[in-house]
């Protein structure tokens, strides 16, 4: 284990509470961005590292500020995903999930424990709030009911004790472990909950080999997992029941994303392929980055991806022409992105977050400036001809 102190465990905590760190000091696993619901609210970026800890950041045109620090985790903080207006879920290498009110100064709500070994992604339904997947190294996806997690009731003293270590266990912030589904590759299912709650989860496992990546479509009817095993497993995350799996990709399968409906979806391993789930086929492949791809995000409308991972480069690829440009080049792997507004973020093994122009709404004003090459068909020396022309002007946390 990554372990790591935390001031919200005071079991493992190797800093006073009052320290407050206003950047994270250690790289930066997720990123996550929330839209303000009103039109003179602010725009939020939460961040989760390696630290151990989160942060939200209040979001202006030219600056973000760190408005909260959210610690209970002891380990790595690996995946970070927003239930609804005010939830967020995150987690961790220390085996469990947690839930937060986001727009709280760190308050963790619950502590959701289920997974035998580190959990590494989350995948959220958008217009769905109460479903998320979770998938770690223990081959297991679960697939959660968040109203239910959220949903209190009465309970023992030794029950209370274990809502969050970090000691959120007021009459409040009573809340039960949630009922879920355990998804295996057998396709059995069943539903249950914590142990500690005096139900005896069933031991169904999910994957034969760990799971790296989760992505589910906006209203939770399709959910995408990969790994280890180089396919992409296909899922009816309502029921549990496996509908199909892709084959084609000779590497792990680090990113996925599905787009709205649920139909298409992108995978990022040593290259990145395009399915149609309806034909059930590999519609392209995308040879663009030297090395693995580790993050993924489309523009609103799946036209477009940006992906980045452990060659350092950031480019952006038209899924129809296969046309691709390197946007920038960083000094340390890409883990994560996110976009916002026509900015995206990204996320790296530095402690720093960086912000970079995208033209998320207009992406074909990027391949204007020259210097594009189709996917697969260049070298890397001769693709970096697209950092010429303007300079790119950054921003970072």
């Given amino acids: 284990?990554?372990?790591?102190?935390?001031?919200?465990?005071?079991?493992?905590?190797?800093?006073?509470?009052?320290?407050?760190?206003?950047?994270?000091?250690?790289?930066?696993?997720?990123?996550?961005?929330?839209?303000?619901?009103?039109?003179?609210?602010?725009?939020?970026?939460?961040?989760?590292?390696?630290?151990?800890?989160?942060?939200?950041?209040?979001?202006?045109?030219?600056?973000?500020?760190?408005?909260?620090?959210?610690?209970?985790?002891?380990?790595?903080?690996?995946?970070?995903?927003?239930?609804?207006?005010?939830?967020?879920v995150s987690c961790s290498s220390d085996t469990t999930l947690k839930t937060w009110n986001c727009l709280s100064d760190g308050t963790c709500t619950k502590t959701l424990r289920q997974h035998s070994d580190y959990v590494i992604c989350l995948a959220a339904a958008e217009?769905?709030?109460?479903?998320?997947?979770?998938?770690?190294?223990?081959?297991?996806?679960?697939?959660?009911?968040?109203?239910?997690?959220?949903?209190?009731?009465?309970?023992?003293?030794?029950?209370?004790?274990?809502?969050?270590?970090?000691?959120?266990?007021?009459?409040?912030?009573?809340?039960?472990?949630?009922?879920?589904?355990?998804?295996?590759?057998s396709n059995s299912i069943s539903a249950h909950t914590s142990q500690s709650h005096g139900y005896v989860p069933v031991g169904a496992k999910g994957h034969k080999e760990s799971v790296y990546a989760l992505a589910m479509n906006d209203s939770g009817t399709r959910l995408v997992s990969g790994g280890t095993e180089k396919v992409v497993r296909v899922w009816d995350p309502?029921?549990?029941?496996?509908?199909?799996?892709?084959?084609?990709?000779?590497?792990?399968?680090?990113?996925?994303?599905?787009?709205?409906?649920?139909?298409?979806?992108?995978?990022?391993?040593?290259?990145?392929?395009?399915?149609?789930?309806?034909?059930?086929?590999?519609?392209?492949?995308?040879?663009?980055?030297?090395?693995?791809?580790?993050?993924?995000?489309?523009?609103?409308?799946?036209?477009?991806?940006?992906?980045?991972?452990?060659?350092l480069s950031l480019y952006l690829t038209d899924l129809a022409t296969r046309e691709s440009i390197l946007l920038c080049t960083k000094e340390h792997p890409i883990l994560q992105l996110a976009l916002h507004d026509d900015s995206i973020w990204a996320a790296t093994t530095d402690s720093s977050v960086h912000r970079w122009p995208a033209e998320a709404h207009n992406p074909q004003k990027v391949f204007q400036r020259g210097g594009s090459f189709l996917a697969g068909n260049l070298s890397f020396s001769r693709a970096r001809v697209s950092l010429e022309g303007p300079t790119l002007v950054s921003a970072s946390l």
Avoid at 67 to 84: C, I, K, P, R, Y
Avoid at 160 to 173: A, K, Q, R
Avoid at 238 to 250: P, V
């Fill in 1 to 88: 284990m990554h372990r790591v102190g935390s001031a919200g465990n005071t079991n493992n905590s190797v800093r006073p509470r009052k320290e407050k760190r206003l950047k994270h000091c250690a790289g930066i696993n997720c990123l996550k961005v929330l839209k303000a619901t009103v039109s003179d609210g602010c725009d939020y970026l939460f961040t989760g590292s390696r630290d151990g800890t989160l942060k939200r950041w209040a979001l202006s045109e030219d600056s973000a500020t760190c408005s909260a620090t959210f610690e209970s985790h002891v380990d790595w903080v690996n995946d970070a995903v927003l239930a609804g207006d005010r939830t967020l």
């Fill in 127 to 185: 217009k769905n709030s109460n479903v998320v997947a979770s998938g770690g190294l223990g081959g297991e996806v679960f697939i959660w009911d968040v109203e239910a997690a959220l949903t209190p009731v009465s309970k023992s003293g030794d029950a209370m004790e274990d809502d969050c270590s970090n000691g959120v266990n007021g009459s409040t912030n009573s809340l039960p472990v949630t009922s879920l589904r355990t998804i295996s590759s």
């Fill in 238 to 311: 309502r029921t549990g029941s496996k509908a199909m799996k892709l084959r084609g990709h000779t590497d792990n399968i680090r990113a996925l994303l599905l787009d709205s409906t649920g139909r298409y979806c992108l995978s990022g391993s040593s290259d990145s392929r395009l399915w149609d789930l309806g034909m059930q086929r590999c519609v392209h492949s995308y040879a663009v980055h030297t090395d693995s791809v580790w993050a993924l995000a489309s523009t609103p409308t799946f036209s477009h991806v940006y992906s980045g991972g452990r060659d």
